[in-house]
């Protein structure tokens, strides 16, 4: 069939809207009709080459809309389902046995191979071929064919572009602090950097009872808004000594950090009060850190993550109960823009002009 997607044909070239050839689902696979995709930071670094992935090809990853045909093998679903779709991952391995699905054995190819596990694509460009299946769906654009492992399904009650940035970012940092975390009520909590990911962050602070919320971000419309969503503090790390603020506010029991500064990751490690933890999301602006090795001696700890370590189809129904209580308000971070404007969409988010933008097919 014929599909509209964006492609990104070079390291570097942008989004440009092509008309594909899209193959049909294959074992283990549906079709998805997209209603709204989110952009992820994570497609801005792999078009940009930052991250590798094969081009040209079309991404997105974070896409929701309705299931049109099922393949073989694929159970529980059928067309008429509204679904978003998140990570992919192969089920059979070890890590995924133990429901570690975002440790999969084999992430990086599922997610970031560019096809079909046995290598295939399932789009291409005038007889052409186009590297498909980008974390098991490549959703910028109007149809997927997804990975049914990659499925979720959303009721009839959330928006598709409400419920779309759920598939990666936002999921990603209420994770950290949900699920790594573990965040206690009464805590102190500092996030750094507040964009989807980060003021996922800080709502799930909210959720869990901290008793001190500090957003940490240069852009001061971000630090507005996170304080409108459950920040008490917001910090201009441009104008302020982190590490001296987060003291005077007594240290912090959980530190999440989006930004990939060494400054701000250390400024946040030296303030962990014991047995404090400080996660890590997202690509380092540096390879790495310094910390007081010392320091690691009253329990305060350091980990890395993936997708808020969570499993989406237990996890994106408990954040969706929570929206739809009022209590993690996702659709303050969104705006929406038509696929046809993707490419304004994309230059509003590296201008930090929108958190959240979502593509309306």
Not at 73 to 79: F, H, L, N, T
Not at 271 to 289: D, H, Q, S
Not at 304 to 319: A, D, H, I, N, T
Request: aromatic share 6%.
């Amino acid at each position: 069939m014929e599909i509209t997607a964006g492609v990104t044909t070079a390291p570097g070239s942008g989004f440009a809207l092509r008309t594909l050839e899209l193959d049909g689902p294959g074992r283990g696979e549906v079709l998805v009709g997209v209603r709204a995709a989110g952009v992820c930071h994570t497609d801005l670094l792999c078009a940009d080459g930052v991250h590798p992935a094969p081009l040209p090809g079309v991404f997105g990853h974070e896409g929701a809309g309705v299931v049109e045909e099922v393949g073989d093998g694929v159970e529980g679903y059928a067309p008429g389902d509204r679904v978003l779709m998140s990570f992919d991952s192969c089920g059979a391995c070890a890590r995924c046995g133990r429901g570690f699905p975002f440790y999969c054995e084999e992430f990086q190819t599922l997610n970031f191979g560019g096809g079909r596990r046995d290598g295939g694509t399932a789009l291409s460009l005038d007889g052409r071929r186009v590297h498909s299946h980008f974390f098991g769906q490549s959703s910028l654009a109007t149809h997927a064919v997804a990975r049914a492992r990659t499925l979720v399904r959303i009721p009839d009650d959330i928006p598709f572009e409400v419920a779309a940035p759920l598939g990666c970012g936002v999921q990603t940092g209420a994770g950290a602090i949900l699920n790594v975390l573990r965040t206690r009520a009464g805590g102190t909590v500092a996030v750094a950097g507040a964009g989807g990911v980060g003021l996922g962050a800080v709502m799930a602070a909210r959720l869990c009872g901290a008793g001190l919320v500090v957003a940490i971000d240069p852009i001061a419309s971000r630090r507005a808004l996170s304080l409108e969503l459950g920040a008490d503090v917001a910090l201009d790390p441009h104008g302020t000594d982190v590490a001296r603020r987060l003291a005077e506010l007594g240290g912090v029991d959980s530190a999440v950090d989006t930004s990939g500064r060494p400054a701000v990751i250390t400024a946040c490690f030296e303030a962990l009060r014991p047995k404090g933890g400080l996660a890590l999301i997202g690509g380092p602006a540096e390879p790495t850190f310094e910390f007081e090795a010392y320091k690691f001696f009253d329990g305060r700890y350091v980990c890395g993550l993936s997708m808020g370590e969570s499993v989406p189809r237990e996890f994106v129904p408990v954040l969706v109960d929570h929206w739809r209580g009022g209590r993690f308000p996702v659709d303050r971070l969104v705006t929406a823009f038509p696929l046809a404007d993707l490419g304004r969409a994309v230059e509003a988010m590296r201008s930090h002009e929108v958190i959240k933008p979502v593509l309306i097919p």
